[in-house]
C-alpha cells in the first residue's frame, strides 16, 4: 500500500491567492482527517469525514477554509485567500472504522508557505 | 474541551531510559495514544493505552493511570534514531484524535 498520499508536497504562493491541497487516504479507510501543524499551536484537528461525510469542521479557523471528500479516495481542502498567518504544514491522515486505537496513518504533509 | 500537556524537551544519552510525561484534561476520553514524529516527517503511530496500567511494544511501554490523569511513554535502550518529537492524544470519542503539545526529544552518543 502506498500510504496516504498528499499533494502538493511543498507550496509557495502570495497573500490573496487561492490555496488547493490535495489528499488520496489509504484504500478501504474510510475516516479522513485534515490537520494543520505550526510550532505556534502544534497539531490541530481542522476537519474530519467519515465515509465521505463532514462531522466535525469545528476547528476550521475561518471561512476562508473549506474542505470536501467528493469519494471515498479523494480529499481536498482550500483556502481562498490565502494569508501569511496561514503558513503552516498540513497533515491529512486516515483511519480504518471500528473501535479501538485510533489508528491514524498520515501523509506525509503538504508545507505551506503565503508570502 | 481538552488540553494536554508535555515537556518541551527531554535530552537522553545512547543506552539510557527516558520518560516523556503527558498529563491532560478532559471530561472523558477513549484512550491515549503516543506518537513519534521526525524532523520534516509525519507523526506515526506508537502506542495506545485504553485502560489503566503498562501496555509495552517492543523498547516503547505506555502508561495510563486515569485516576492521576496522568500517562508517560518509557523508551529503553535509546537509540539515536530515537531523536525525535513524541506527542501523547487523547482519543475523544468520535474518532476525534486530539494532540499534546509535544516533546522533543534529544539522544546524544
Known amino acids: 500500500d502506498a500510504g496516504v498520499i498528499q499533494s502538493p508536497r511543498h507550496e509557495v504562493t502570495e497573500m490573496g491567492q487561492e490555496v488547493t491541497l490535495r489528499c488520496k487516504p489509504i484504500?478501504?479507510?474510510?475516516?479522513l482527517f485534515w490537520y494543520r501543524q505550526t510550532m505556534m499551536r502544534g497539531l490541530e484537528l481542522l476537519i474530519y469525514?467519515?465515509?465521505?461525510?463532514?462531522?466535525?469542521d469545528s476547528g476550521m479557523p475561518e471561512d476562508r477554509f473549506s474542505a470536501k471528500m467528493p469519494n471515498a479516495s479523494f480529499s481536498t481542502l482550500k483556502i481562498q485567500p490565502s494569508e501569511p498567518r496561514d503558513s503552516a504544514v498540513y497533515f491529512c491522515?486516515?483511519?480504518?472504522?471500528?473501535?479501538?486505537?485510533?489508528?491514524?496513518?498520515f501523509g506525509a504533509g503538504s508545507r505551506l508557505t503565503v508570502l | 474541551g481538552q488540553s494536554l500537556e508535555q515537556p518541551s524537551e527531554v535530552t537522553a544519552v545512547e543506552g539510557a531510559i527516558v520518560q516523556i510525561n503527558c498529563t491532560y484534561q478532559?471530561?472523558?476520553?477513549?484512550?491515549l495514544s503516543w506518537y513519534q514524529q521526525h524532523d520534516g516527517g509525519a507523526p506515526t503511530f506508537l502506542s495506545y493505552?485504553?485502560?489503566?496500567g503498562l501496555e509495552e511494544t517492543g523498547r516503547f511501554s505506555s502508561f495510563l493511570s486515569r485516576s492521576d490523569s496522568y500517562g508517560y511513554l518509557l523508551l529503553q535502550e535509546l537509540q539515536m534514531k530515537d531523536s525525535a518529537s513524541y506527542f501523547c492524544?487523547?482519543?475523544?470519542?468520535?474518532?476525534?484524535?486530539?494532540f499534546g503539545t509535544g516533546t522533543r526529544l534529544l539522544v546524544s552518543p
Open positions: 491522515a486516515s483511519r480504518i472504522g471500528g473501535s479501538g486505537a485510533n489508528v491514524l496513518t
Open positions: 484504500s478501504g479507510h474510510n475516516s
Open positions: 469525514f467519515n465515509n465521505n461525510v463532514p462531522i466535525d
Open positions: 478532559t471530561s472523558g476520553f477513549y484512550g
Open positions: 493505552n485504553a485502560l489503566d
Open positions: 492524544a487523547l482519543n475523544t470519542g468520535f474518532q476525534k484524535l486530539v
